[in-house]
């Protein structure tokens, strides 16, 4: 038992210096607050092993001189108001270590002022609906045909032998890199939720509310994401794809989609 | 020696007892109109024990179908109705009804009562409970199968379901009414029938946090009552509590749920704090560190329970200052949690510590329960909880705080006080073999999992992208083994009437009236009232 | 027998408590609209109609922006006529929406606002709204439907664009769907 948390707690730790692509911590994303998220995260857990070391060590040390089998005598203290206020208020001080840089990136997280573009994404059971508000790009993203077929029950379709089984789509999010995109979720049925882990969004889609996010960043790249709401049978199967591009490839995008309709 | 005088005479008065009238009944009546606390003890036990294994087998499904990549066994519909059910009947059939049954045979004999106040109602509410799960079960075979919206009946999808809907609404019903019933009566008991000099700070820690436990179930399953009603409601008559055509809000339903919700989870947790402040004394020869302290810690860990329940929802688009208020609120919960781990340890600093198995389980709940409690904490945060939502990092969590936590709990109170159910000891060597491949394989199980939620794994999908491939054959292996490991469980508990015969003490000088009376327990105890003095633990 | 008494007013009491539980959760129906109100929880609004003096304050400008969904089982076209619009706070706006029935026959429809951020929820106060009642369409009727709105000057000053959203609901498929 204590070699298996030992065990994960050095992976965990190994993770975060090694950055293997074997993925095992949350990844740091592509965005300020999606940095700042992770920050979060590993000083959380630092503060959770430091704790975690303090009162395991105190333990086994007792599980191992404090046995019968050692002959030990037992004490017969059974309280002590020091120790029981101390080990009251270190907590308090550390929760609120915690909680100062929380609070602050949560206020950053709500400043959605100056949004460059918005993007309304609408759910269904099981795809995804996107419209560009500032022009007349918008179409349904669902799961990709090569998935499609590689799904189903006793198929023969080596799912790795599928590129990004489950993560890839018909028509992925395009947007511009450098530029602050707000997303408005909302949803045709029942809930779900908008996932991508390196945008560190996620916003529930919720049939008659809009709910509000917002990411930038600089880094091109595809993103992936999933539904993560339990939304019915095919929840597993309505991921997302963001692609951000650089501004000229993407103003040739929406020339594109304009062309083709 | 004035102690086992007293013990004496208590044994030849239960003696005299079992020849009159009030022997137990031949047959199955003794079991249907049954009024004994200990014979429904017996049957709450057992029944979660059975529940164990079913809820169990769905989780071999679940995890068969992810041992790797693709589609192999069932279809998405019935994975969802798998997980679904899998989660009601863990919580509401396995662990519940264990910890009544672990009430109802040791409260009793802890506080020196003959019986619970209430035993006619304490048989129904014990009957009800096999009604309630015939039902859930019988979704099973309807049209539209198994209720599928996962355990939390978030609408609209819940509304989705198919001819299941009603059942499901009247089987929660039914479980709500159980678990009612069987707290007011627990409530009663420790109230008005306790031994004369037992003051409410002098109780031991099972009874408190029991106590403490029935109030926060009168509290909230009425509530929780409410809301499937609504939904039945908003179903088949009319109304829009939750539909948003109707000017209702989905998300209404969500705080209702976890109003109710999270004071559960404490439902299903505080019991277990109890049972482990039994049993590390006791095997560390050492009075419980901190008992009055525990009992506020306990009280405060309830009181909390009532305002975190947002923090199971921070992705649905709350305003700023609510996000605050219920992340600092469940931050909170982290203190006294905290005061729980560090009594635990401290009652064992300086003791004189043995091994045996309840004390094996009860150590590995205070290890990675405390595991469960730091990703609890860490959920707490919430933009952190924005990329744990609904992953498996939240799976791993709550397995870690109702598997190595609530579980444990419930077979190391069964080790713990089976010799004094049974007056055998169970064999000792198998109890020790059963927990170390509990402990390695519920490890092997669940710590994966943190890292597959990290490296973004939703939770309750059917199949996943190849990435997260190793970790969950790992995870598969480890259910497995688990559920293999609990077939020993069933073996040692069959055949503990085979092992050698045990004194009233059972252990080394225990704490608590429930070693005062013979081993086996006799049919009735406490007719008269014990004093205090006559056990151990009691300065 | 005074240990029965005891536990006949015990167990009184815990039922009554019982009861009252029971019945708090339908309160929390009333209590959660109220509370949603007062904070904006859940981008929830006025759902009737508000009175408000205008208290202008020129030197802020705020973008409203409208977004409308219908919703899949409604058979309408649904729009606003203007896609967003700059505002000051504390000053009486209109905007107008145009709905149309597609189906050959009566429809009754309902539109269900929202508000994103939900900090903005509580500032956007509805003076007069097409949302606060069903609205009956005859068939094929196309008509304008007028909107009336305030800015609450408290507006925080970290929402620079305020999004209203209508989903566009036909109030009798709903039920009936749902159950496929
Ligand atoms: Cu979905
Ligand atoms: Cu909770």
């Known amino acids: 038992m204590i070699r298996n948390l030992l065990l994960g707690f050095s992976v965990l730790a190994l993770a975060d210096t090694a950055e293997a692509d074997w993925a095992l911590n949350m990844p740091k994303g592509v965005t300020e607050l999606s940095l700042e998220t992770y920050n979060l995260h590993m000083m959380v857990f630092w503060w959770c092993v430091a704790i975690g070391v303090a009162v395991f060590t105190v333990m086994i040390i007792s599980l191992f001189r404090h046995r019968k089998s050692k002959g030990a005598q037992a004490a017969t203290f059974s309280h002590s108001t020091t120790a029981e206020v101390i080990w009251t208020t270190i907590p308090v001080v550390i929760l609120v270590l915690m909680a100062v840089p929380t609070a602050e990136t949560m206020v950053r997280m709500e400043d959605s002022r100056n949004p460059d573009m918005t993007i309304v994404v609408t759910a269904h059971q099981w795809k995804w609906h996107y419209k560009y508000q500032d022009s007349n790009i918008e179409y349904y993203s669902s799961l990709a045909r090569s998935s499609v077929e590689a799904r189903r029950k006793g198929t023969d379709i080596d799912p790795y032998s599928v590129e990004n089984y489950l993560l890839d789509v018909d028509n992925p999010v395009v947007v511009p890199s450098g530029a602050k995109i707000r997303l408005l979720f909302t949803s045709n049925d029942v809930i779900h939720a908008w996932w991508v882990k390196d945008l560190s969004i996620k916003k529930d889609a919720i049939p008659g509310i809009v709910n509000e996010a917002w990411f930038k960043t600089e880094q091109v790249g595809t993103y992936r994401g999933q539904c993560a709401e339990l939304c019915g049978k095919d929840h597993g199967y309505m991921p997302i794809v963001v692609e951000v591009v650089e501004p000229e490839a993407y103003q040739a995008w929406v020339n594109s989609h304009d062309a083709g309709h | 020696m004035t102690r086992g005088i007293k013990k004496m005479t208590t044994e030849v008065m239960d003696a005299h007892d079992m020849h009159d009238d009030h022997s137990p009944a031949k047959g199955i009546k003794r079991w249907l109109f049954s009024t004994s606390h200990k014979d429904i003890g017996t049957m709450y036990l057992v029944l979660s024990l059975i529940m164990f294994f079913v809820g169990g087998a769905m989780a071999m499904i679940i995890r068969s179908e992810l041992a790797i990549p693709g589609l192999q066994f069932v279809h998405p519909e019935f994975f969802n109705q798998m997980t679904t059910m899998h989660a009601l009947i863990m919580v509401f059939g396995a662990v519940m009804p264990a910890f009544v049954g672990l009430a109802n045979w040791m409260i009793p004999l802890m506080i020196g009562a003959p019986d619970m106040a209430l035993p006619r109602m304490n048989n129904w509410s014990f009957w009800i409970l096999p009604v309630a799960f015939g039902l859930l079960a019988s979704t099973l075979f309807m049209p539209g199968g198994a209720p599928a919206g996962g355990w939390t009946m978030y609408p609209p999808l819940v509304l989705q379901t198919g001819d299941a809907f009603p059942f499901l609404i009247f089987s929660v019903h039914l479980l709500g009414l159980s678990s009612i019933m069987g707290a007011i009566n627990i409530i009663v008991t420790v109230i008005n029938m306790r031994a004369p000099d037992m003051s409410l700070l002098k109780m031991p820690m099972f009874v408190w946090t029991w106590l403490i436990t029935a109030y926060l179930l009168i509290a909230v399953m009425p509530v929780f009552a409410g809301a499937v009603t609504m939904l039945l409601t908003d179903q088949f008559f009319g109304t829009s509590f939750f539909l948003a055509a109707g000017g209702g809000d989905p998300v209404m339903f969500q705080h209702i749920f976890w109003f109710f919700g999270h004071p559960e989870v404490y439902i299903m947790i505080l019991p277990a704090f109890g049972v482990v402040s039994e049993i590390i004394p006791t095997f560390s020869r050492k009075p419980l560190f901190g008992h009055d302290s525990m009992v506020y810690a306990a009280s405060c860990i309830a009181f909390l329970s009532f305002i975190v329940w947002a923090h199971h929802m921070f992705t649905v688009g709350m305003p700023l200052t609510s996000q605050l208020f219920f992340m600092f609120a469940t931050m909170l919960i982290a203190v006294p949690t905290g005061v729980k781990i560090f009594n635990w340890v401290a009652t064992m600093w300086r003791g004189s510590m043995t091994f045996e198995t309840p004390m094996l389980f009860s150590l590995a709940f205070v290890f990675l329960f405390t595991i469960g409690g730091f990703s609890g904490l860490m959920l707490a945060i919430a933009p952190a909880d924005i990329q744990y939502q609904d992953t498996y990092f939240v799976v791993a969590h709550f397995h870690y705080t109702l598997v190595p936590g609530s579980v444990f709990a419930i077979m190391a109170g069964t080790y713990y006080w089976l010799p004094k159910w049974t007056g055998h000891m169970y064999n000792e060597t198998l109890g020790k073999v059963h927990f170390w491949t509990s402990t390695f394989f519920v490890n092997l199980t669940f710590f994966p999992m943190h890292f597959l939620g990290l490296a973004g794994m939703p939770r309750r999908i059917p199949d996943y992208s190849t990435q997260f491939a190793d970790f969950n054959t790992m995870a598969s292996v480890g259910a497995i083994g688990f559920g293999v490991s609990q077939l020993l469980f069933v073996w040692v508990l069959l055949t503990s009437k085979k092992g050698t015969k045990v004194t009233a003490e059972v252990w080394d000088k225990p704490p608590g009236l429930e070693w005062t009376v013979p081993s086996p327990a006799p049919y009735h105890t406490f007719e008269t009232p014990p004093k205090l003095s006559d056990a151990d633990g009691f300065h | ?180």
């Not at chain 3, 109609?49 to 076209?77: G, H, K, M």
């Not at chain 3, 149309?100 to 026959?105: I, P, Q, V, Y």
């Open chain 3, 1 to 180: 027998m005074p240990e029965k008494n005891a536990h006949r007013s015990l167990v009184g009491q815990l039922l009554i408590l019982t009861v009252a539980m029971f019945g708090f959760g339908f309160l929390l129906v009333p209590l959660y609209d109220v509370f949603c109100e007062i904070t904006g929880f859940g981008g929830r609004t006025n759902p009737e109609a508000a009175v408000v003096a205008e208290a202008p304050d020129l030197t802020r400008e705020v973008r409203i922006e409208f977004v409308t969904t219908v919703n899949s089982y409604a058979q309408f076209e649904f729009a606003a006529n203007a896609d967003s619009m700059t505002v000051s706070p504390g000053k009486m706006y209109y905007a107008t929406f145009t709905a149309k029935n597609l189906a050959g026959e009566h429809k009754i429809a309902q539109a269900v606002p929202s508000v994103a951020p939900s900090g903005a929820a509580e500032h956007f106060t509805k003076i007069e709204c097409f949302c606060f009642t069903s609205q009956e369409f005859a068939a094929s009727e196309e008509r304008a439907m007028p909107l009336q709105f305030i800015v609450n000057p408290e507006l925080p000053d970290y929402i620079d664009t305020i999004t209203l959203q209508y989903t566009f609901f036909d109030t009798a498929p709903v039920a009936a769907v749902l159950e496929n």
